[in-house]
């Protein structure tokens, strides 16, 4: 997949019409975008972004999200995109469109696709057209969609770029360092998720999950009358609620949205209260405003955590019995493999005495029914012996307490394994912080409504008023956010418990007789795929242990300073830990920022190239601060990848020749 050319119309910097060519040249497909600071380079790169994912851009990193909301939300954002001379001419929109080729979908065979974004401030609204080949496509518009994304949104994720991962190709250098930093539970859990995604994990996990859904269905066709009734009377509630949380969800979007408003004009009249009143420097000010706003997100991020742990205190106090739950599950899964073996032992038992038997039967003698036990118990151990020796006996009194499934037992493992490391160490030190946090956010607050003007002037006196108004109505959709939330919560919980009665009662189905021809294709096929999934994980793990042990040994000054690298993965999560020489773990936070940045980059690389997306990567980088080895190994990343003939690279980069109305590239290096 190629990116051959980039239009910018009246977009932000970019006045006019602008269009980048990126078609490569031969051999070389590494394109420089130059420029001075300030004349461009970071707005391109976030032009891509927004062109694919608009209001969702929220979801692509983290950067997006805080931008998005300090300037009072995706409207506002949006909206300020439109470039200021061209707004004098009387022009009200802008737009982006990206031209690929080179993309292999089969279902949607094509030379060239453009996707363009455009944005009209007076209709407030945000257009997304997809054109193949010059032309609209009814598979995009109507077949794709669904209740929460348009066709041609879904495409882009399905076919272009999974929203998950585009973090890992359009990305900036000076922020890369925050895979390294990442610490909170929801961080974690969506790097993991990405990580998932972007390795090819999640893909066959979730064919082996559409299987076993088709599996279940086989068998409550097989239901009687009485229990059909009642899965579809459960099936219907999950759908209510499901209905009731996605609602939910829009809500708070809307919400959070309103929120993100208000307290941008909230601050817009705070700065203006300080700045009448003279009581601190702007320097001053602006330092008390960074404090409030860096320890009010370190608080949110710690309440999330929190939110986390408590669920997961009723365990760890019961840490004993989670064991025996753990430990039954194990033998539980040894008894069914056991069994689906013994299953095999008398298939191919009954075989062959099937084919003795038709032997029998050109004998005139009779043959006696001690004969016919002995001929049936020695077949079966002597099957057993040299086809299936590796099956253990079954025990006699054996019960299945849970019957969990693979992808059941994988998340309970995680679960343990998350709560085994220092977990109540772990808790300690977050409610320290959280407590370290409010009081430092408190007493910046206090210092910066002291800032604010005493001055009794009339129209001040207004603006005070209008800004508290302002800041009660954050409050009150705060609380309205946290009762939706509390909803969804619950929602959620009564989902698991229905769902648990749909297992139960589906375990207990007996298959007819018309599927179980299908059913039992559809067990094979989902004991082959556990097995290659959990074989696709562990090469996967290997190799990408591999590539960041060697992406860390060409950056680091200190060749020997990490000896291992190790890639856990628990279910859908998935942990990185690095070790020195002494086989003891180094914490990431304790790494200098420098360091932290080359481990940053020897993972993208590594993901990057363990990855089966056809995409090209765009890194923003300034040459004149991260000049040597960090450059190099960026080059020396796309140049790999070009001879593999997996990626086309485009570097966006600082080095010399951009205007500020229109950017220029060099040509391809």
Known sequence: MVISKIELCNFRIYQGLNVIELTPHKSKNIFIVSGKNGFGKTTFLMSLVWCLYGRQMIDVDDIYEKEIKEQGGYGTYVKSSLNRQAQTKGDTSFHVA??????VIPELPAKEIVIKRSYSTVKGVDTLEILVDGE??????????????????????????????????????EKIVNLAENTSVEQRRKLSLAYSEILGIKKYEDIKDEMETLRDRLKQSSANPKDKQLLNTLKAEVENIEVEIESNNKEIGLLKEKRAQLAYEAEQLRDKLVKAGNTVTEEEYQALKKEVKDSSEALELLQNDFRDSFEKIPFAIAGGRLLEVVQQVEDETNYKNALHGQEKVEQRTDQVLTDLLSAERTLKEVVPASVHRFYHDTVKDLIKKHFFAETPDLPADFKLLHDFSSSDTQLLNSFLTDLKQDFRLSFRNLNERRTQLQNQLVAAKKRLAAADSNQEDPMLAADRLKRDDLNLRVVKIDEQIAEYYKSIGKCEDRKDNIEKQISEITKKIKIGEEHRGKYEESEKLIAELQQFVTQFKTDKKKSLEAQILQGLKQLMHKKEFIDRVDVNIYGEDIEIDLYNKAGLKIRKDSLSKGEQQMYATALLRGLVEESQIEF?????????????????QHVEVAHYNSQK??????????????????CTQTSPV
């Open 645 to 662: 003939g997996k990626h086309t690279p485009a570097m966006n980069a600082s080095v010399a020749g951009c205007t500020r109305s229109r």
């Open 98 to 103: 990206v031209t690929i080729t080179g993309t």
């Open 616 to 632: 090209p990567v765009f890194i923003d980088l300034d040459l004149q601060q991260n000049t040597g080895q960090i450059f190099k």
């Open 136 to 173: 609209e496509k009814d598979l995009i518009k109507e077949e794709l969609g669904d209740s929460n994304l348009t066709g041609e949104e879904m495409f882009i994720r399905e076919f272009i770029m999974p929203i998950e991962i585009a973090k890992f190709f359009l990305f900036d250098a």
